[in-house]
């Protein structure tokens, strides 16, 4: 089974993209190719750079109050390397699971090595969605009638997980330890007193590099829709990159802009459109992590605090 899904997240991905090709074209993408330039190149970078400091502080944050020692200069080389691994391969994690054994490796303990991208990662999601939420209700778009559904969806799983291991049939002894194992790291690595708030800026201000970037890309594809209406729209597709049925980070991407363009009224074609270009500002934006494989990013030692 596990095979099986190894194969189909990335051809699912992949058909997604050939789908969408076929369906609105090649034309408006090699249009909106043809208008990067330089500037608007070196503006994604430095967003992206923003973001990737502030997702490298959050990780230190997290390791740090697990009691794993993290430089930030060692973190942001690894967070950069970790970006260029998941988009040049398949999936869109392995570049975070290497960040995690590596940085285990260098402390000693792999389990917290990894147990600390987990928390780092998961923690930034879950900002992203206090952020989406709001502004998925507030503002207008196609969106909105579904928010209360996923709430409702993720609150049903909640309360069934509880039930099934009041029950004990997912063998609530077992679950029991790993709960309060999870508990313990989660109080001390995401809301230990001087750690949380930390992790809550740094996840707010990274999130919004990203909807930046997006907006850059809505530009470059020759939208003309307002900020506050591609908001919703990116958050959207942006929570829809977490799905883990894509190429290098293509599919699930492209795919969810498409549907959401279509269904504001901007076109489907538009979205898709949008969506390459910001995958090509991203993946340029994420070279320097080829420097860091390559060995030419200066590092400093693991160990070593900021």
């Known amino acids: 089974m596990r ?3 190894d194969w ?5 991905g ?21 208008r990067l330039d330089g500037g608007s190149l070196a503006l994604a970078c430095t967003v992206v750079a ?11 944050l997290v390791a740090r109050g697990l009691g794993v020692a993290l430089s930030l200069r060692s973190a942001v080389a690894a967070c950069y390397r970790s970006q260029f691994l998941n988009l040049a391969l398949p999936g869109g994690v392995l570049g975070d699971v290497h960040r995690g054994v590596r940085h285990g490796c260098d402390v000693s303990d792999v389990g ?17 969605v206090m952020v989406a939420v709001p502004v998925l209700v507030l503002l207008p778009s196609p969106l909105r009638s579904w928010v209360p559904a996923a709430g409702v969806a993720v609150l049903a799983g909640a309360v069934a997980t509880a039930l099934l291991a009041r029950t004990g049939r997912i063998g609530a002894p ?24 930390g992790v809550v800026a740094a996840s707010a201000v990274a999130v919004a590099g990203h909807v930046g970037v997006f907006v850059i890309a809505a530009r ?20 829809a990159m977490t799905v883990p049925f894509n190429v290098g980070g293509w599919g699930a991407r492209e795919g969810a802009s498409a549907w959401a363009f279509g269904a504001a009224g901007l076109g489907a074609a538009q979205g898709f459109t949008v969506a390459v270009v910001y995958g090509m500002l991203v993946l340029a934006a994420a070279l320097p992590g080829a420097l860091v494989l390559l060995g030419a990013w200066p590092r400093a030692g693991a160990g070593r605090h900021a």
């Open 8 to 12: 189909v997240r990335p051809v699912s």
């Open 14 to 34: 992949a058909a997604i993209v050939v789908v969408l090709l076929w369906q609105v074209g090649a034309a408006p993408l090699l249009a909106a190719v043809r």
């Open 50 to 60: 923003m973001s990737t400091v502030c997702s490298a502080w959050r990780w230190v």
């Open 220 to 239: 470059l594809a020759g939208s003309s829709a307002t900020t506050s209406r591609l908001l919703p729209l990116a958050l959207f597709v942006l929570l």
């Open 174 to 197: 077992a679950l029991l330890r790993t709960w309060r194992a999870a508990v313990s790291e989660l109080r001390a690595g995401v809301l230990g007193r001087h750690t949380w708030p």
């Open 3 to 5: 095979r099986g899904l």
């Open 112 to 128: 917290k090595g990894l147990r600390s991208v987990v928390w780092e990662r998961s923690a930034g999601q879950v900002v992203q």
